[in-house]
C-alpha cells in the first residue's frame, strides 16, 4: 500500500487525476470504477478541464461507479446517477452506453446484483477503481460487518450514513434505507485502486487503516490485502 500524504482538498484531486490520466494515456480503453461523494468532486473538475483541453480522452472508456441507493429515480436529484452526470459524464467525451451503475430501481435486485458483477467481468474488469471512505472505514456502501468475499448486494444503509448522506436530500426523512453496492470483493478484484480521503472527519479512519489491522469490523482495512493500493490523503493532522 502506498501512502501519499497532501496539503489540500485541490492537491489531492489533482495527484488523483494524474493517476487516472496517466492510466487514460496508456489505455484509452480503460474499465474505470468511480465512487460518488464530496471525495472525488475536485478530481472530476480536473479531469473535465484535461479533457475540454485535449489531454485526455473518455471516448473508449467504461466506467462502472460503485453504488446506487435502491427505490430512488435515475432522474432524481439525489440519485448517484444524476451525481455523476452533473460532476463528470455531462462534461466529457464518453459514450452514454459505456456508462454503468447499479440499478436501484431494478424489479428483481438479486438479479441485478449478479448481473453488475457480470456486466464488469464481461467488460474484462476494472483497471482503475477510485475509493473514497466513510468515518466508519466503508468503501462503497460496505458496511462494518460486511464480509470481505461480498459481490455486489443489497445493504441496509447504518443511521451514522443515512446522516452523512443526508446533506445530498431536502429532507433527512428521505434518505434511502438501502442501497445496491459492489462488494468488497468486487472492489478487490480492480487491478488498481486508489483512495481518497481528506480533512479532519477523516483521521480515525486513517489511523485504523495505518494500523495494519485487517478485520471486518473495519471494511477498508481489506485493502491491505490488495497488491496495488494507493491511498491519497490529508488534513489531518
Ligand atoms: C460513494 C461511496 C462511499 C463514499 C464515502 C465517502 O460512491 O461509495 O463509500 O466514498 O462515503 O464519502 P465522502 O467522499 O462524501 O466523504
Redesign the pocket.
Known sequence: MKWIEVNSYDEMSEVAADIFTKQLQVKPASILGL??????VGMYKELVKRQQAGNISFNDVITF???EYVGLDQSSPAS?WTFMHENLFNHVDIKEENIHLPNGKAENLDEECVAYDARIKEAGGIDLQL????VNG????NEPGTSFESLTNIVELTES?RT??AIYFDDSKDVPTHAI?MGIQSIMNAKEIILI?FGE??LEAMEKLKSGIITEDFPASQLLNHPNVTIIYGGTK
Open positions: 465512487a460518488t461523494g464530496g471525495s472525488p461507479n460503485l453504488d448517484y475509493l473514497g471512505i466513510g466503508h468503501i462503497g456502501f450514513t452523512e448522506n453496492t480521503a472527519k477523516k
